[in-house]
């Protein structure tokens, strides 16, 4: 489920702050995917800033 038709629906496993996303849930920090898919653009990631979410979806 996502937000695409208005029914957001907060995972409450998955936290995020991204509100930029299409997939927030919006009134609360929370992705409203069932699941998302996280990756990296480094070779050999070190900290939190080299992964990202690719499930990330312009709003
Ligand atoms: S798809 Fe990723 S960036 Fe978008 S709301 Fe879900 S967790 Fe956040």
């Known amino acids: 489920m996502s937000c695409e038709n208005g ?13 930029q996303c299409a997939n927030h849930a919006k ?5 409203s995917l069932d699941r ?6 480094e070779a050999n990631p070190t900290e939190v800033k080299c992964t ?5 979806k312009l709003d």
């Open 7 to 19: 029914n957001c629906r907060a995972n409450k496993c998955i936290e995020c702050e991204v509100t």
């Open 27 to 31: 009134t609360e920090n929370y992705c």
């Open 36 to 41: 998302i898919k996280v990756g990296t653009h």
């Open 52 to 56: 990202d979410c690719e499930s990330f």
